[in-house]
């Protein structure tokens, strides 16, 4: 593997061959293969990652388990304290880790932060487990002076599979839930985004979690497959493209894991034509090309209702020009570099389909593409696109935004009932009773009212449909709190 091979930036900025955490211990990679990590703003090198091997996995599972026990009966009020620390030290680096997000992801620094906040708002709700993870009973529940209760226990060691498109926060939907509750814990972050997990891996170490009850292991497919085949291991967190987290889902359950597979997405942004442009415009802008288009909750179709005229697809596609392109450091910028030279030319390959297919290209990024160092691809928009289009069936993750036009809200709906995905979908209007019926039947995870990126709070779960999500028990708040406990019903008499 290793694909491109970037020049070392002088002096510390190179962070070497990565070491797996584990056992509250930084160790070296059984690996034999490695990866360079790669800053896709300057295309320098920031990093070489080990991408794995079974017998990381097995020290970490083998430490996990070791810390288990202990971790499980140390009472909930406990627990939670490290998760405070941890909070605290992720607050005082806030700014540090936003900047490592960015250099190695290449968002803003402004979408940088927002992630950083989300993390740690994800570590606040769950240090309220005491209260969140209590269980319920009934006197004479069962029959008369029969009583019955249920508590909620941990099951042992969990692991998460994460993607590049967040380095900081999606692992967060996770591990603070899974720990807090008394389980171990195992993290995979993303072979493209190591840096950011590697860090954040130092403060749980300064935190003062028992060595073992959260361990960091670097790596691939390998790894990927060690832990879902791993017997030790209760459950599986994955986030990720939709065919691996079939894969993962698949194989999972087939060695009786509990598992949570979020996968792709096409989420459509419908605009009315009573929308408040001046609101909804900026918000469809951000949501199609916030993060280039990288993330799973970005709107990458607009369907446009009884658009007389084309007004509204004029307006998105005059108010995509204006925006600057470039390294996600520098003030000013509002899209920055997609991940890899790879991930750029299938986008632009994606743009060349579009056009090929039919579709009018009303903002062109491709010449952005050219400037070099980096993996740009500018904000591109696409109107008179069909539904059957393969730009609007696919995922591109990229800065491409396409607007189908139809006349009513029943047209609009069948559009999205008709895509593989259902992570997100949204709708400008002034009409409650068109945003009823909308958030009504819009078969997806997430609904928008008049919002652009349909993203729960840490309190609220988070997750898709159809083929966004595989399981039934999503990320983030009480989701997470059932997934990562089991329920035991207790009944007792006493003579
Ligand atoms: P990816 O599927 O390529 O990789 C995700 C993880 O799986 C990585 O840790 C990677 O090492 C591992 N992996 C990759 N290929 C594998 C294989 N063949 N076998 C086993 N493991 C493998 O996804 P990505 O490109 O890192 O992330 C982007 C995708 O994630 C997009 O499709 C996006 O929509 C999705 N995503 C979804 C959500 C959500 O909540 N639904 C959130 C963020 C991202």
């Known amino acids: 593997m290793g694909m491109a091979r970037g020049p070392r930036p002088p002096g510390a900025a190179y962070a070497g061959l990565l070491r797996n955490y584990i056992g509250g211990e930084w160790v070296p990679s059984q690996a034999t293969e490695q990866q360079q990590v790669v800053n896709p703003a300057t295309e320098e090198a920031l990093a070489d990652v080990p991408l794995g091997h079974p017998a990381d996995v097995e020290a970490a599972v083998a430490a996990a388990r070791a810390a288990f026990p202990a971790w499980r009966q140390t009472p909930p009020r406990e627990r939670v304290q490290p998760l405070y620390r941890l909070k605290s030290l992720l607050e005082q680096h806030r700014e540090e880790l936003a900047r490592l997000v960015t250099t190695e992801h290449g968002?803003?620094?402004?979408?940088?932060?927002?992630?950083?906040?989300?993390?740690?708002?994800?570590?606040?709700?769950?240090?309220?487990i005491p209260s969140l993870m209590m269980g319920y009973g009934l006197e004479d529940g069962a029959a008369r002076?029969?009583?019955?209760?249920?508590?909620?226990?941990?099951?042992?060691?969990?692991?998460?599979?994460?993607?590049?498109?967040?380095?900081?926060?999606?692992?967060?939907?996770?591990l603070p839930y899974a720990v807090a509750t008394g389980n171990t814990f195992i993290i995979k972050p993303s072979e493209q985004v190591p840096l950011t997990q590697q860090r954040i891996a130092e403060l749980i170490a300064e935190a003062g979690f028992p060595p073992g009850v959260i361990?960091?292991?670097?790596?691939a497919r390998t790894t990927v497959d060690a832990l879902l085949d791993h017997p030790a291991i209760t459950g599986i967190s994955f986030v990720g493209s939709t065919p691996v987290a079939r894969y993962v889902y698949r194989r999972a359950a087939e060695q009786g894991k509990r598992v949570?597979?979020?996968?792709?997405?096409?989420?459509?942004?419908?605009?009315?034509?009573?929308?408040?442009?001046?609101?909804?415009?900026p918000n469809?802008?951000?949501?199609?090309f916030g993060s280039a288009g990288q993330r799973c909750l970005a709107g990458s179709l607009v369907?446009?209702?009884?658009?007389?005229?084309?007004?509204?697809?004029?307006?998105?596609?005059?108010?995509?020009?204006?925006?600057?392109?470039?390294?996600?450091?520098?003030?000013?910028v509002d899209v920055g570099p997609v991940i890899s030279e790879q991930a750029r030319d299938r986008i632009l390959a994606a743009i060349q389909q579009g056009i090929d297919e039919g579709a009018r290209l009303r903002v062109d990024g491709r010449g952005a593409a050219e400037r070099r160092p980096g993996f740009f691809v500018g904000p591109t928009v696409f109107d008179q696109?069909?539904?059957?289009?393969?730009?609007?069936?696919?995922?591109?993750f990229g800065p491409v935004l396409g607007i189908i036009a139809v006349d009513t809200l029943e047209e609009a709906l069948a559009i999205i009932e008709g895509l593989p995905y259902g992570n997100a979908a949204s709708i400008f209007t002034r009409d409650g009773k068109v945003a009823r019926e909308f958030r009504y039947r819009a078969p997806v995870g997430n609904v928008g009212i008049n919002i652009g990126v349909a993203a729960p709070m840490a309190y609220f779960p988070f997750g898709g449909r159809k083929a966004s999500f595989f399981g039934t028990l999503h990320g983030q708040g009480r989701d997470a709190i059932a997934f990562f406990t089991d329920p035991k019903v207790v009944i007792i008499r006493w003579f």
């Open 107 to 128: 968002k803003t620094l402004e979408e940088a932060r927002g992630s950083v906040q989300r993390a740690i708002e994800n570590v606040e709700v769950a240090c309220g």
């Open 145 to 174: 002076a029969i009583d019955e209760e249920v508590v909620r226990q941990p099951l042992g060691v969990f692991a998460a599979i994460c993607p590049f498109n967040f380095p900081a926060m999606v692992p967060f939907w996770f």
């Open 260 to 281: 949570q597979a979020q996968g792709g997405a096409k989420n459509v942004l419908v605009l009315m034509p009573d929308a408040v442009l001046e609101q909804a415009i």
């Open 215 to 219: 361990n960091l292991v670097h790596g």
């Open 284 to 288: 469809v802008l951000g949501s199609a």
């Open 385 to 396: 696109v069909t539904p059957a289009m393969t730009i609007s069936q696919t995922e591109i």
């Open 303 to 332: 369907v446009t209702v009884a658009d007389r005229g084309g007004q509204q697809a004029s307006a998105i596609a005059e108010a995509a020009r204006s925006l600057r392109v470039g390294n996600g450091l520098e003030p000013g």
